[in-house]
């Protein structure tokens, strides 16, 4: 069970991290990333994400300290961890003033985080009837309050959320899916450039001398570096995270292009590798980066034959 901690201003850790930017412009841009990330996992986040995202322990102090104070931040103790999760900042003086069925509605939204509710569980969540819901959503909408947001596995329903939330990538399918349109083209561009990022650090250390393991170190990159790679390379319109650099180099695995290695920290290294076996060719499906692919089965709404991405993909 969590448990919210006292909000306290953040110190630096000392770490072997580099030293800090002093460049103003790139801590927005890093707070805005974090933020992005905070509104995206309504679970929270760990200290291990955002220094995934931001490594200099100063400015990551600083951003956590800036969150909190602008009420954006919420800080929790879930067994021996912290937990960061995202506040919607002023969230219940928007809905002031309003009666008793409108703030159960609103509280339902509130708790369903960045995944949403459908009108149907809102319905009977709240026990109101349909005519009476329809006017109290209409109403926050049109304020701006709360948004619909087109679930990508649903097409012609909508979910309801806050309307400073971030969807989830379950929800919008994230960066591969474009009005609820599986990117195939977008997804292949970005696999070839990780791949090609990897050949050529393994190509770097063809003539290592240290031995076969420090060249199969120096081969390696994190799912940072080929993060920083890609974005210095400006060939996407839409903001990457970490977890989507992750998700490409996942798919260079399971197409036996590149090979993953976990170390004692957790965090995964990739090394580009020589295919015994002409590649299977998953990325190119919506299966290789589906965000409900867990979901997925025989039975139930989310299954491969009522699946319509796959299905124009197919044609």
């Given at each position: 069970m969590a448990t919210r901690v006292k909000q306290e201003p953040v110190s630096p850790r000392k770490d072997?991290?580099?030293?800090p930017s002093?460049?103003?412009?790139?801590?927005?841009?890093?707070?805005?990333r974090i933020l992005s990330l905070l509104q995206s996992n309504s679970k929270g986040i760990s200290d291990k994400d955002i220094q995934n995202e931001v490594p200099d322990p100063q400015e990551r102090a600083k951003i956590i300290n800036s969150l909190l104070q602008k009420g954006c931040l919420e800080l929790?103790?879930?067994?021996?961890?912290l937990v960061y999760k995202y506040k919607n900042p002023g969230g219940s003086s928007k809905i002031k003033g309003a009666d008793n069925e409108e703030k159960i509605v609103y509280s339902i939204i509130e708790k369903a985080g960045n995944e949403g509710v459908w009108a149907k569980d809102l319905r009977n969540a709240s026990g109101l009837v349909q005519t009476t819901l329809s006017k109290i959503l209409?109403?926050?909408?049109?304020?701006?309050?709360?948004?619909t947001?087109?679930?990508?596995?649903?097409?012609?329903?909508?979910v309801y959320m806050l309307y400073g939330l971030e969807p989830d990538s379950s929800v919008t399918g994230g960066a591969w899916y474009n009005d609820q349109d599986f990117e195939s083209e977008f997804v292949d561009v970005l696999n070839q450039y990780c791949y090609h990022f990897l050949r050529q650090k393994?190509?770097?250390v063809k003539n290592c001398k240290d031995g076969p393991i420090a060249a199969q170190n120096l081969a390696s990159a994190s799912s940072a570096d080929v993060w920083k790679y890609i974005s210095e390379l400006g060939i996407s319109k839409v903001k990457l995270s970490v977890q989507d650099m992750e998700t490409i180099l996942n798919t260079l695995v399971?197409?036996?292009?590149?090979?993953?290695t976990v170390l004692a920290d957790g965090n995964h290294m990739y090394r580009a590798i020589e295919s015994l076996l002409p590649p299977p060719g998953i990325v190119q499906t919506p299966c290789g980066v589906c965000p409900v692919l867990k979901q997925c089965s025989d039975i139930g709404?989310?299954?491969?034959?009522?699946?319509?991405?796959?299905?124009?993909w197919l044609e």
């Open positions: 072997s991290s580099p030293p002093a460049n103003a412009a790139s801590t927005s841009e890093s707070e805005q929790f103790n879930q067994g021996e961890k209409k109403k926050l909408v049109n304020e701006k309050i709360i948004k947001v087109k679930c990508v596995n649903a097409p012609r329903k909508v393994k190509e770097a399971y197409d036996g292009k590149a090979e993953r709404s989310i299954n491969p034959k009522k699946c319509v991405y796959m299905t124009e």
